[in-house]
C-alpha cells in the first residue's frame, strides 16, 4: 500500500495543488472564463468552500466541519489497509486515490489564504477549495456540471472503484480465533 501512496498518491497529490497554484496565479476569483473547447470546457477560478457541487458553500463552520469528516476518513482508510478491508487491486487503487483527493482538499481548507487562494498565504482553517474545471456538455444533469478539480476527479474516481471492487472483490478471510 505504501508503494501505491508514493507512486500514485503523491503525484496527484502534486498534479493537484500545482493546477490549483497555477489556476490562482493566473485567474482572479471569480473573474473570467477562459473557453478552452468551444462551448464545452472553460477554466476560471471558484471558491468551494462547501462539499460536492458547493452545497453548504460559506456556512460559517464549514472548513472546520469538512476537515474533521476528511481526517476520519483518512483514519478510517488507514484502519481499512490494516485489517485488510481493501483486499484487492482494484480497492487498494481506489484507497490511494481517495488519499490524493482527500489531502489535496484538505490542504486547501487548511493552507489557502481566504481572499485570493494564495497556499501558504496566512490564515489556518480558513481557506477554500479550488475549483477551477467547468464543463457543460448540452444535456442534464450535464449543463452545466459544477466546477471541480485533479482532487475531486481522485474521489469521485475512487468512489466509482470501491463501487465496482465491492461486486468483483471477494471479501477478506476472516482470521479463525
Known sequence: MLKLILCLSLPLYILDQWS???IVAHFDLHGREQEVIQGTFWLHHIANRGVAFGMFNGTQYAN???TVVSLSALAFL???SRTNLFPGKLSRLAVALLVSGIFGNLTDRLFRREDDGVLFGGGF???YVVDFLRF?????????WPSFNVADSCVVVAAVMLAIASFVEAPPVKKKA
Open 20 to 22: 490549483k497554484n497555477w
Open 136 to 144: 457543460d456538455f448540452g444535456f442534464p444533469p450535464f449543463n452545466p
Open 64 to 66: 472546520y466541519v469538512f
Open 78 to 80: 488507514i484502519w481499512g
Open 125 to 127: 482553517l480558513k481557506g
